[in-house]
DNA sequence: TTTTGAGTTGTTCGA
DNA sequence: GTCGAACAACTCAAA
């Protein structure tokens, strides 16, 4: 079984498939948990997900117990082909992996597994529905979100896959060690692994009745806080959604299926990761990133509830979606930088940091992916501020200069005496004015 | 093939 | 302070 982000027993069928149970397989086997630290996916992750990450696999060691985890350092080509001649392996299992290069390093290593005799087998995915399945009336991909979700719903999902028995684990090789992935300094990480996702999650479901109107508040603990645990598979969508009433749930359902949506969207057009889903806004005239970028990533825009933002992100890993869209509006529309700058920043210090939701979310900000919406809609983080943050308190949790200003003052400092007083930054641009240039650039395309 | 209705998340302005 | 209209035109999906 190599594992890659699906780090959990329960509810995964590939680990029962190896394991010969549940009906997925043909009878009892040994099972060698495999994972491999691939330098290509650890070295650009960011410290940050790589703590998260190694403290994941950590946590999946202690679930199954004894040795662990076998832990294999380099190239997936070369190690997952050693470990299964080792184990005179006759099947490699696999979640599939439909990202662009999980898809194409799963083909490399499929045929390397071939030329000595041994299979890949693909049992599941990290989605409800695999990226591909959801298909209109023409057999094509959606390209839009709402009749996306309206297919995928009707498509459904199976009923979550049986907790493993017992299961003969073994270890053919020894294990490497986990390269140093130290947290940076003053960040604060969630438990990892699986128990701890399902803790959460249960925790979680006594507030989903109240999800429709608390997820907007980034003030509030009203998410699940698993997208992390959902990234590296410590839990399955299916299982979230098999807990669902889905009346009364349907707004976090949507959520999830935003995540699948997403994939499917990479999955058809894997190039997108980088360019443009609207090939047009390639044209646009775009900033260099230079000084003003410096400031948005260090929240020093002079926009408190920006600030906030971009110092969440550096302080825990993670940041409320409503202040993601605000930042990402702000990078884009106020600063005219290009996407990618802001997704690479993003990716660099999520600890959720997926990259067929980040890329798309970010498109979908720049007015160049799946949005239908109209052009001109350009966050104001003032506006936005005081309406998902009205007590102010979100800002001065993460922006210490502003703590002196009470309730929503702390949203416009330039309104009082001491509004500068403790050292916050004047704002960089005049929003107003950014928001004519951007809408002028956007013009100047459709010309 | 044509038509029709709809499209996550907004802002501004004037009554 | 609140509320509704205006802000373009286009693409997508399905009837």
């Not at 300094?185 to 989903?208: C, H, I, V």
């Not at 200069?401 to 916050?424: I, M, N, Q, V």
Request: with cysteine; net charge neutral.
């Amino acid at each position: 079984m190599w594992f890659r982000r699906d780090l959990r027993l329960r509810d995964n069928p590939a680990l029962l498939a190896a394991a010969g149970q549940g009906g997925f397989g043909d009878g009892p086997s040994a099972v060698v948990p495999l994972f491999v630290i691939d330098p290509a996916l650890w070295k650009p992750s960011g410290e940050v997900r790589r703590a998260y990450l190694a403290a994941s696999l950590a946590a999946l060691g202690s679930r199954i117990g004894g040795d662990g985890l076998l832990l294999r350092r380099g190239d997936p080509l070369e190690q997952v082909v050693a470990v299964a001649r080792a184990a005179k392996a006759d099947v490699v299992y696999v979640a599939a992996d439909f990202g662009p290069y999980g898809r194409a390093r799963d083909d490399l290593v499929d045929s390397a597994l071939a030329e000595h005799g041994i299979r890949l087998e693909r049992v599941g995915s990290p989605y409800a529905v695999a990226p591909g399945r959801v298909r209109n009336g023409s057999n094509e991909p959606y390209k839009v979100y709402s009749p996306f979700f309206r297919a995928w719903r009707e498509h459904g999902w199976r009923a979550p896959a049986p907790s493993p028995r017992s299961v003969r684990w073994e270890y053919p090789l020894t294990s490497h060690d986990i390269p140093t992935s130290a947290v940076p300094d003053g960040t604060e990480l969630p438990t990892a692994g699986e128990e701890a996702a399902m803790r959460r999650w249960r925790k979680f479901q006594d507030s989903l009745d109240d999800y429709a109107e608390a997820r907007d508040r980034p003030d509030l603990d009203g998410t699940s806080q698993l997208s992390h645990a959902l990234k590296w598979g410590e839990v399955h969508p299916r299982t979230l959604l098999a807990d669902l009433d889905p009346e009364r749930h349907e707004v976090y359902a949507k959520e999830l299926a935003w995540r699948e949506f997403y994939a499917d969207v990479l999955f058809h057009r894997p190039e997108t990761a980088r360019e443009y889903l609207r090939a047009e806004y390639a044209r646009m005239r775009y900033v260099a990133p230079a000084e003003d970028f410096d400031a948005w990533r260090s929240g020093r825009t002079g926009f408190p509830f920006v600030d906030a933002g971009m110092r969440q992100l550096r302080a825990e890993g993670w940041v409320h979606n409503r202040v993601r869209m605000v930042v990402a509006s702000f990078l884009v529309k106020d600063l005219h930088v290009e996407w990618q700058h802001g997704a690479r920043h993003f990716m660099q210090w999520l600890r959720d940091g997926d990259l067929a939701s980040n890329q798309h979310g970010w498109q979908w900000v720049a007015g160049c992916g799946t949005d239908a919406a109209p052009y001109f809609r350009v966050f104001n983080p003032m506006t936005q501020g005081l309406k998902f943050d009205p007590s102010g308190d979100y800002v001065r949790r993460y922006v210490p200069e502003l703590r002196h200003l009470d309730g929503k003052a702390a949203h416009s400092p330039w309104e009082f005496l001491d509004g500068y007083t403790h050292g916050y930054p004047e704002r960089i641009v005049d929003h107003a004015e950014e928001r004519v240039e951007a809408l002028a650039r956007l013009a100047e395309l459709k010309a």
